[in-house]
């Protein structure tokens, strides 16, 4: 199974300030027949089931601010919140579905200062 | 589109934990409709357990795949998922969610999850 590893674990910052969230794969989850890299980004609020952010490793879903955005390539993600805003304390997932079983990293918990 | 699980909270150890998830304002045999079963729980973090097309192709998690039965009534517009002898480490929410793709696809709806316990 390719293992999803994100960094760090919990992150606390100022409203107003840059979040950034690291994801590191175990396999390369780009393919070169189409140059994608098969990896997405969920925000999961307290009660609630994870909502789709990202994917294709940098595209962002309908509807989702433009404050989110994804980097990455190969096997190093990130997610990046450009302006933390109140309603961004949530646990943040990647998930890889490049390869069968998918998988997820750990989760990365935001909080405000 | 709207994902509703449903199905008892507690199951007994040894026993078959039995889900259904109805699928409202949408086909559940639509072709760019597949469904997936996942779970979460604080000890594994998100887990899939398994994949189906609308015509019922299957795909499984190697690590529970003996124990998953995965199957869609295409009459009550409903995704069903059946786990039998389960232990404590099943405890968990389960959720069921769609994707434009059996596989290699991200999820992008999701149901608001059920809480399962399996305890005696």
């Known amino acids: 199974d390719i293992v999803m590893t994100q960094s760090p674990d919990s992150l606390t910052l100022s409203l107003g300030e840059r979040a950034t969230i690291n994801c590191k794969s175990s396999?390369?989850?780009?393919?070169?027949?189409?140059?994608?890299?098969?990896l997405a980004w969920y925000q999961q609020k307290p009660g609630q089931p994870p909502k789709l952010l990202i994917y294709?490793?940098?595209s962002r879903d309908s509807g989702v601010p433009d404050r989110f955005s994804g980097a990455g390539s190969g096997t190093d993600f990130t997610l990046t919140i450009s302006s933390l805003q109140a309603e961004d304390v949530a646990v943040y997932f990647c998930?890889?579905?490049?390869?069968?079983?998918?998988?997820f990293g750990q989760g990365t918990k935001l909080q405000i200062k | 589109l709207q994902l509703q699980e449903s199905g008892p909270g507690l199951v007994k150890p040894s026993e078959t934990l039995s889900l259904t998830c109805t699928v409202l304002?949408?086909?559940?045999?639509?072709?760019?409709?597949?469904w997936a079963w996942l779970r979460q729980s604080p000890g594994k973090g998100l887990e899939w357990i398994g994949s189906i097309s609308d015509s019922g192709s299957t795909y499984r998690n190697p690590a529970i795949t003996r124990r998953v039965t995965i199957a869609v009534d295409t009459s009550k517009n409903q995704v069903s998922l059946k786990l039998k002898s389960v232990t404590a480490a099943d405890t968990g929410r389960y959720y069921c969610?769609?994707?434009?793709?059996?596989?290699?696809?991200?999820?992008?709806?999701w149901g608001q999850g059920s809480l399962v316990t399996v305890s005696s």
């Open positions: 396999q390369s989850l780009l393919y070169s027949s189409n140059n994608k890299s098969y």
């Open positions: 998930h890889q579905y490049s390869a069968t079983p998918d998988t």
């Open positions: 294709w490793a940098s």
């Open positions: 969610a769609r994707r434009r793709q059996l596989l290699e696809y991200y999820f992008d709806d």
């Open positions: 304002g949408g086909s559940i045999n639509s072709p760019d409709n597949h």
